[in-house]
């Protein structure tokens, strides 16, 4: 890591813009100036600008463009500096020259510099000295926490460890990491979990309340919701915002005409919840936590049976896109519902993960019920779904064609038959998933394969993430490393934590979102092993 940790992370303004952890303040760089605007749930920037065309002179009228930005200060030439005074406060400070600015009603603004002047905030007086002090001291103070990791990865790691504090912001009365201050601006789900994983490196309290945030909003059925945000929650297609209906409505069903389904429906996300108490439990233990946290993981477990499981064969589907986590995969150009052989794995894996919770509970009988839940679970999983050569993708009931990376989850069980998990190793070691970059997420041959849609291809680092420890738990660390080493690469050589990766070129796709949390999480976490 860079000996000053201010100066560890080179802020481009654009895909990595100045803000501070628990401020919605993002500054960025127009083609005429700074602009400061607010990240808020579903909301374009366009729509939240504070102030733009941002511009220091000098006396003589030259402007003073950016000489430097880095986590803890914006610096211009001529020794002005724009800085963070509080989550809600920027201030500029400096002597001589001037700035220049416009509100969003057109009007203009300027100030002759002078000391330290509000830019944007409640009116106050600050210390130009003790707020540059307080901001590199809080820098210091999280780069401090960072997680050792080789040489090579250390600026991606320390981009990936700033990424993970700018993207806390307050939420539901609690600090929650939000996926990107660009375009995901709530806490979701899986990627709290996510978060969490890599949380627990530095403050492990921080990662609890990822966790927490979730099972405290959990529904009186049992479910989590799949989004927490400022105004509430999202937990069924009547929560969802009006420009996602007409997107699903496009492609699913679009290979078969099938119709999304009317009426409400619940939407969540994948269940890994257990999985991730019991991993943050296993770096910091914490009795209380496991003991707030069980009941409402059981229930969260139990809803999957009772109420996601139509044809009740004991293996239940996806009811939303969104709750499978993948909104665009082609599973779901087949209707409505769906079955890919990742949910049944982690509920598999979740059992098992509530056994060890029980046991840890000082419940050995319930421990002993969980495992033989898992054990039958995987069974049936094998029973039903195993055709020989692959684990089937149901849509309403009916197999479909789409070879996704999901069909190769059943390892992250631990509990499959040895031949079949060799099958799926191999598989994956194969032409359809193997490259410079895999895992893609939907095979390089099917023809559903698109390098930049989405999850129609691209490389998502918790699906890899996944897939490492399933193979490590299924007896195949060789691969498991070799796809860790593979990981890390790609974000390494790719250029910023994007929200997906193009597999065939290693750069961002179209239209992934950056500063992406998830991908800084594991990341962070995948590097710190070594
Ligand atoms: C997208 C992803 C989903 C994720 C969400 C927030 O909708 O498909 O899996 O949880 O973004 O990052």
């Known amino acids: 890591m860079s000996p000053d940790p201010n100066r560890a992370v080179e802020l481009d303004l654009d895909e990595r813009p100045f803000t501070e952890r628990g401020s919605r303040l993002l500054v960025t760089a127009g083609p005429d100036g700074l602009r400061v605007a607010r990240a808020e749930y579903e909301t374009r920037l366009a729509d939240t600008v504070e102030l733009t065309g941002l511009v220091l002179r000098d006396a003589a009228g030259h402007p003073l463009p950016v000489r430097s930005a880095t986590p803890a200060a914006v610096e211009f030439v001529g020794g002005a500096t724009l800085l963070f005074a509080d989550p809600a406060t920027l201030v500029l400070t400096g002597h001589g020259g001037h700035a220049s600015w416009r ?42 926490r960072m997680p050792a990791v080789r040489p090579d990865l250390a600026p991606a790691a320390a981009t990936a460890w700033w990424t993970l504090a700018v993207n806390l912001l307050p939420v539901a009365g609690r600090e929650g990491l939000v996926p990107s201050k660009y375009g995901y601006v709530g806490v979701w789900n899986w990627d709290a979990l996510f978060h969490a994983v890599a949380l627990r490196h530095a ?29 509430g929650v999202l937990a069924d297609t009547t929560d969802l915002p ?96 769906a079955e890919p052989p990742d949910l049944n794995s982690y509920l598999v894996l979740e059992a098992d993960r509530l056994a060890d919770i029980a046991d840890a509970l000082g419940r050995p009988e319930e421990a002993a019920d969980w495992r033989t839940r898992a054990a039958a679970h995987a069974e049936l999983l094998v029973a039903r779904r195993w055709d020989g ?102 974000v390494r050589d790719g250029g910023g934590l994007y929200e997906y990766w193009n597999p065939l070129t290693g750069t961002r796709a179209r239209r992934a979102t950056s500063g992406f949390g998830w991908s800084a999480a594991l990341f962070v976490d995948l590097a710190a092993e070594g």
């Open 103 to 144: 509100l969003p009603d057109g009007t203009g603004r300027a100030l002759a510099l002078d000391g330290c002047h509000v830019l944007h905030g409640p009116p106050g007086e600050w210390s130009a000295a003790a707020v540059r002090a307080a901001a590199e001291a809080r820098w210091a103070a999280w780069f401090a």
């Open 203 to 231: 403050d492990p309290a921080l990662a609890r309340d990822q966790i927490l945030l979730f099972l405290n909003h959990q529904l009186p059925d049992g479910r989590l919701p799949d989004v927490v945000h400022e105004h």
């Open 242 to 337: 009006r420009a996602d209906h007409a997107r699903l409505a496009e492609h699913v069903g679009s290979a078969n005409g099938a119709r999304p389904a009317a009426g409400p429906v619940p939407v969540t996300k994948p269940p890994l919840a257990a999985w991730a108490v019991w991993k943050v439990h296993l770096t910091d233990p914490d009795l209380p936590f496991l003991a707030a946290a069980y009941p409402r993981l059981v229930r969260a477990h139990r809803w999957w049976f009772a109420a996601s499981d139509p044809d009740g064969d004991g293996l239940p589907e996806y009811l939303h896109p969104y709750s499978s986590g993948l909104d665009d995969s082609p599973v779901w150009d087949y209707g409505p519902r």
């Open 389 to 490: 050569t692959r684990f089937t993708t149901l849509a309403a009931g009916a197999p479909v064609p789409v070879r996704t990376a999901l069909d190769l989850m059943p390892l992250f069980t631990g509990r499959l038959p040895a031949g079949i998990a060799a099958a799926l190793e191999n598989t994956l070691r194969s032409p359809a998933y193997w490259g410079e970059r895999p895992v893609p997420t939907v095979a390089f041959d099917d023809p559903a394969f698109d390098p930049e849609a989405m999850w129609r291809g691209p490389v998502w680092l918790n699906v890899n993430y996944l897939l490492i420890e399933g193979l490590r738990r299924s007896g195949f660390a060789d691969t498991a490393e070799d796809l860790r080493e593979r990981t890390l690469a790609m």
